[in-house]
């Protein structure tokens, strides 16, 4: 076998692995089509769905108790807690002076 015929079997070996690399490469295209189809069908319509419940849900929690209102309330309940402890206290020492 001469080098003639030494590169021109080299070349169909090139060649029939430059086809072979062309159809993976066709099969990583569409692969990619589909993947880019889901995204944008799929996944964005979910997360516009998440970003839409976060927001009704913020509504809804400022509608039923405003900040304010809870700071208001905490504040209470902290007035409330330090006089119940004061007549705990005031009637464990009455039973103890009986």
């Known amino acids: 076998m001469n080098n003639e015929e030494k590169i021109l079997e080299m070349l169909s070996k090139m060649q029939g692995d430059i086809a072979g690399i062309k159809e993976t490469l066709e099969e990583v295209d569409q692969r990619s089509i589909r993947t880019q189809v889901l995204l944008e069908a ?3 319509d ?3 769905l998440l970003f839409d419940g976060h927001s009704t849900i913020i509504e809804m929690m400022d509608r039923l ?3 304010e209102r809870v700071e208001v309330l905490e504040d209470e309940i902290i007035t409330l ?3 119940v402890k004061m007549i705990s206290n005031r009637l464990a020492a009455l039973e103890k002076a009986q």
Do not use: L
């Open 65 to 67: 108790a405003p900040k």
């Open 42 to 44: 799929d996944i964005s």
């Open 46 to 48: 979910k997360i516009q």
């Open 81 to 83: 807690k330090t006089a």
